[in-house]
């Protein structure tokens, strides 16, 4: 079972930027769906941007032409580079994986220890 790492996140001011990563154990992250998701506390986890079981990435709405999600296979990470931060991205980052194959993406998620983004206005 794979493992992720995220690396720490951090406190920036509005219209700064982050660059997250999270490294993958034991296997390439290109054997994986993966992905981006942050949680507030009191709301649900939502899907912030992904990489499709095709390689493609896809985003949510409000984070598009701002973050972007990349992967290096060789070195078996997954980055987030986020800039023009506006205090409504503050949130637990986490980072996920579920297998890939053929094109699909299948099976549960797993989970990173997620990492802390605070935005200040």
């Known amino acids: 079972r794979v493992r992720l790492r995220e690396s720490r996140g951090g406190a920036v001011t509005s219209g700064g930027s982050l660059t997250l990563s999270c490294t993958a154990s034991?296997?390439?992250?290109?054997?994986?769906?993966m992905g981006w998701f942050r949680q507030i506390p009191g709301k649900e986890r939502e899907r912030v941007a992904s990489?499709?079981?095709?390689?493609?990435?896809l985003y949510r709405e409000s984070v598009k032409g701002r973050f972007t999600i990349s992967r290096d296979n060789a070195k078996n990470t997954l980055y987030f580079q986020m800039s023009r931060l506006v205090p409504e991205d503050t949130a637990m980052y986490y980072c996920?994986?579920?297998?890939?194959?053929?094109?699909?993406?299948?099976?549960?998620?797993?989970w990173g220890q997620g990492t802390q983004v605070t935005v200040s206005s």
């Open positions: 996920a994986a579920r297998p890939r194959s053929g094109g699909n993406c299948f099976g549960e998620y797993v």
């Open positions: 034991e296997d390439s992250v290109d054997n994986f769906c």
């Open positions: 990489i499709d079981g095709d390689g493609r990435p």
